[in-house]
């Protein structure tokens, strides 16, 4: 994939992100299909940064990251489709505080950890940007 489909990739993620965490002002309708949609973009982010993946084992700081998000990606996943109202609802799963609990938590926890994520990326993309603006020049 190139370098400026991966960028539109994880800006849309984080797009999504943001607005996953305003549920009060999106509806539980939109919330879910945009988790299910949130989910979709991390698989397929992560899908075409498989080879730098690999690699990572000499990076053990974003190895550390890395695995924490995808932790809490799945909790935020899977208590979500618990907790569903509307698209998963034939699901028929009794609600439970303690699915609410990790929710929450791994919602939050993605959301700090994706903002470590793109801290660490922050080098790689500023690099992209100073490159595409020295090509306007």
């Not at 989910?39 to 053990?60: C, E, T």
């Not at 034939?90 to 938590?105: A, D, G, Q, R, S």
Request: charge should be positive; charged fraction near 15%.
């Amino acid at each position: 994939m190139k370098t400026e489909n991966r960028i539109v990739l994880d800006y849309a993620m984080l797009l999504v992100l943001l607005m996953l965490m305003v549920k009060l002002m999106t509806g539980v309708i939109v919330h879910e299909a945009l988790g299910v949609g949130f989910v979709l973009l991390a698989v397929v982010h992560l899908w075409h940064q498989r080879d730098q993946l690999r690699n990572i084992g000499r990076k053990k700081v974003r190895l550390v990251i890395n695995f924490l998000l995808l932790c809490s990606l799945i909790g935020t996943a899977v208590s979500g489709i618990l907790l569903s109202v509307s698209i998963f609802s034939f699901l028929n799963i009794p609600y439970h505080e303690v699915f609410y609990t990790v929710h929450t938590l791994s919602a939050y926890a993605l959301l700090i950890l994706t903002i470590t994520h793109l801290a660490l990326h922050m080098k790689m993309i500023r690099a992209f940007f100073h490159k595409k603006q020295e090509g306007t020049r």
